[in-house]
T-cell receptor
Framework: DTGVSQNPRHKITKRGQNVTFRCDPI?????LYWYRQTLGQGPEFLTY????????KSRLLSDRFSAERPKGSFSTLEIQRTEQGDSAMYLC????????????FGQGTRLTVV | AQKVTQAQTEISVVEKEDVTLDCVYE???????LFWYKQPPSGELVFLIR??????QNEISGRYSWNFQKSTSSFNFTITASQVVDSAVYFC??????????????FGKGTKLSVKP
């Protein structure tokens, strides 16, 4: 396994456009997380899946954001009607079911909204 | 409220010096895990160490060691004999187990470590 993979690595979009990011977790991991990281800050939790079920969403996740994990495999994060404030690094992580297990992170997708 | 505070924004040391990164956490839960992650310039967060709330034994792993003290809610991380390759941003994180929140990490703002040759 090559670890957590995220695509694209970079995305530049115009304000108001929709964007979609993809995350391929480590195959045997049940849990998948999305985080957002802005410059000089630590990652902030957005949402997480246990298999295909989305179990929690942060208040940071406005109704313009939607995430899916069909069949409990890869996940997508879509942002509709992007705003400049959405510019950030979007990180995906996966972990086994054990809640104390370490999460493995992808390299992230850097979104720039112009 | 759950919170992680890393008071040191940036630290600069010369190679071979020891360096300690501070972390203070807040939680009302009795069951939790604490982590340290490293984020090099490439951007990928790399897991370093983990400690659960029931085990205050401090350990050493290679050049890394940590000091977990529940009485002061601190989880400090030390790199011995620092190397240039240790230059990165280091994050302390808290993971709890309550309700539907299992495994979600709450991160501090990070400490940027620069190790100069």
């Amino acid at each position: 396994d090559t670890g957590v993979s995220q695509n694209p690595r970079h995305k530049i979009t115009k304000r108001g456009q929709n964007v979609t990011f993809r995350c391929d977790p480590i195959s045997e991991h049940n849990r998948l997380y999305w985080y957002r990281q802005t410059l000089g800050q630590g990652p902030e939790f957005l949402t997480y899946f246990q298999n295909e079920a989305q179990l929690e969403k942060s208040r940071l996740l406005s109704d313009r954001f939607s995430a899916e994990r069909p069949k409990g495999s890869f996940s997508t994060l879509e942002i509709q009607r992007t705003e400049q404030g959405d510019s950030a690094m979007y990180l995906c992580a996966s972990s086994p079911l054990d809640w104390g297990a370490e999460a493995f992170f992808g390299q992230g997708t850097r979104l720039t909204v112009v | 409220a759950q919170k992680v505070t890393q008071a040191q924004t940036e630290i600069s040391v010369v190679e071979k010096e020891d360096v300690t990164l501070d972390c203070v956490y807040e939680t009302r839960d009795t069951t939790y895990y604490l982590f340290w992650y490293k984020q090099p310039p490439s951007g990928e967060l790399v897991f370093l160490i983990r400690r659960n709330s029931f085990d205050e034994q401090n350990e050493i792993s290679g050049r890394y060691s940590w000091n977990f003290q529940k009485s002061t809610s601190s989880f400090n991380f030390t790199i011995t004999a620092s190397q240039v390759v240790d230059s990165a941003v280091y994050f302390c994180a808290l993971s709890m187990n309550y309700g539907g929140s299992q495994g979600n990490l709450i991160f501090g703002k990070g400490t940027k470590l620069s190790v100069k040759p």
